[in-house]
């Protein structure tokens, strides 16, 4: 008996997701914009807030701010930011919208280009062309995520004992951030393509370190039920018993819990951990970052918004001194992108845009002192559920742009010029 009530609650909880009711269904997504000096400040006070879901900060006028709000709140929010005069833009029953990019990704567990890819699909793809590419592919196995997962780095080099600068990316830091894996794996079948073909200028003294999955255990986690699909941390045990997970952009050892992180374990968002680097993942990207002292550029590949951001990340007051050179590369980025078709990115300090302390790229230009460190934040519209079909579009425009980088990396830095 109990077995067949099993399988009939299955069968209604299947029935429930493909047809797209999941806990999100209720909530609305609140986009807020500033238009001038005041609302602005008053806006960074509600996004300070702990209690509501903020996808994406407002980094000035006219440049929203994304929340994600239960019914409970949605009134109240709403009604805050219409007395001021800010705009209001609602799309009620959230979770319908993104459940059927849901229902669609489950399907195939094939890996695929500039698609979204399970881990394991993933895991499998770079395993098959490390083995067929033996003179360009690299993978080494960094160790293993809380819940076990391997944490693997793929290494690309036209010439591994050319001992060329190193360009370092990390993806997927954010569980719920899809995009982001989505573009590093692209990058990693580009780059083998170039790899076969005789001077291809991305891979010309230049060599390419990509950690496409940080945080294996948070993806698969938003993969599994769409109720889960807003999940951000790691999915790490801590101190309250019911509240799992870190931040892992919030658990980086420089500046740690200054500002925009949080010390409560049940924040969903940005709970920085007990201490820094509690985290497994983190600790493996430190790994990296200081085993290889060649790397000359690190980018932390986030969604969303079209954003390329530099230290400082804690704090919104001060730049480093080298802010200027790192500006004008992120400009390079932002051309090569435009010329390729698509928009320009915002270049700021990502304190300029808001401050959080902990966070990956602050670590790598202040600690390893990697000479240029950014976060990119790619896609712009739909949130954190980009549409699969328009990856097709937009991953080959980031591309060139970080094509365009690494001819900057290379003039800099490489013995061959
Ligand atoms: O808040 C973050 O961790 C990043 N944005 S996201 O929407 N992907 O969560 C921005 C991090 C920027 N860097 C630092 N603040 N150090
Ligand atoms: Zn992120």
């Known amino acids: 008996m109990a077995k067949l009530l099993l399988i009939i609650f299955s069968i209604i909880g299947t029935f429930w997701q493909t047809i797209g009711i999941n806990k999100y269904n209720d909530y609305t997504l609140i986009q807020i914009t500033p238009y001038d000096k005041k609302q602005l400040k008053t806006l960074m006070m509600l996004t300070n807030s702990d209690d509501v879901d903020i996808m994406k900060h407002s980094h000035g006028l006219n440049d929203t701010a994304d929340l994600l709000v239960s019914p409970r709140d949605r009134r109240n929010v709403e009604k805050f930011a219409k007395l001021r005069g800010m705009g209001v833009k609602r799309i009620d029953h959230y979770g319908r919208y993104f459940d059927k990019e849901v229902a669609v990704i489950r399907k195939h567990d094939q890996y695929l280009s500039a698609k979204y890819n399970s881990y394991e699909a993933i895991s499998k793809h770079l395993k098959t062309l490390s083995k067929e590419n033996r003179r360009y592919v690299k993978l080494q196995n960094l160790g293993r995520s809380y819940e076990r997962r391997m944490v693997t780095l793929v290494k690309i080099s036209a010439n591994f004992g050319a001992r060329n600068p190193i360009i370092f990316l990390d993806a997927g830091a954010h569980a719920r951030e899809w995009a982001s894996p989505a573009f590093a794996t692209y990058v990693i079948d580009q780059l083998v393509v170039a790899a076969k073909k005789p001077n291809q200028e991305e891979l010309h003294g230049v060599d390419w370190y990509i950690l496409p999955v940080v945080n294996p255990d948070g993806y698969e986690f938003t993969r599994s039920d769409p109720d889960n699909r807003m999940w951000r941390k790691t999915r790490s045990k ?33 709970y920085a951990g007990e201490k820094a680097f509690s985290e497994r993942e983190t600790r493996l990207v430190r790994k990296v970052m200081e085993a290889n002292k060649r790397i000359k550029l690190y980018i932390s590949i986030h969604s969303y918004g079209e954003y390329l951001i530099h230290p400082w990340g804690y704090t919104g007051t001060i730049l480093p001194d080298e802010w200027e050179k790192l500006h004008r590369l992120a400009q390079v980025y ?3 992108v435009v010329q390729a078709g698509g928009r320009p990115f915002k270049i700021m ?43 097709g579009t937009v991953l080959p425009q980031y591309y060139e742009g970080l094509k365009a980088m690494a001819e900057e990396i290379k003039r800099e830095f490489s013995k061959k010029g």
């Open 349 to 391: 300090s990502a304190g300029q845009w808001y401050p959080a302390a902990g966070g990956s790229d602050d670590y790598a230009f202040a600690i390893v002192k990697i000479p240029y460190a950014y976060t990119l934040e790619i896609t712009n519209g739909y949130q954190f559920n980009y549409p699969e079909r328009l990856l």
């Open 334 to 336: 932002s051309k090569a």
């Open 238 to 270: 801590t101190w309250r018993k019911e509240c799992h997970g870190v931040d892992i952009n919030r658990n980086y050892d420089f500046m740690w819990g200054y500002r925009g992180a949080s010390f409560d374990p049940c924040n969903f968002q940005t």
